[in-house]
Nanobody, 126 residues
């Protein structure tokens, strides 16, 4: 099965930047969807940014203009560039993937995804 490993989380001041990375243990069967989700204790896991192998991407309104999702197509490594971080961005960030997937028009629910990383913590202080 596909294993996903996130890295790049940490603690930053408000207004700072981080770049998260997600490495897959093997190439993911095309077409696929991959993305970033985040979760805080007591809250539903929410989508942050997703893309698919066809080149489509979607970003949550709450991070649009601040976060950018991208991918290295040679190894499927996924990235999330985060800038102008705010305390409300504090969460555990998870990488997720689903083989044989193409994005719908709306940002998909976490229920769509079948493979998950362990998460990397992002903490933004004021």
């Amino acid at each position: 099965q596909v294993h996903l490993v996130e890295s790049g989380g940490g603690s930053v001041q408000s207004g700072g930047s981080l770049k998260l990375s997600c490495a897959a243990s093997t190439l993911i069967s095309r077409p696929y969807c991959m993305g970033w989700f985040r979760q805080v204790p007591g809250k539903e896991r929410e989508g942050v940014a997703v893309l698919d192998s066809g080149g489509s991407s979607q970003v949550a309104d709450s991070v649009n203009g601040r976060f950018t999702i991208s991918q290295d197509n040679t190894d499927d490594k996924l990235y999330l560039r985060m800038s102008n971080l705010k305390p409300e961005d504090t969460a555990m960030y998870y990488c997720a993937a689903r083989p044989y997937c193409a994005l719908p028009s709306a940002l998909p629910s976490h229920n769509l995804f079948t493979h998950w990383g362990q998460g990397t913590q992002v903490t933004v202080s004021s």
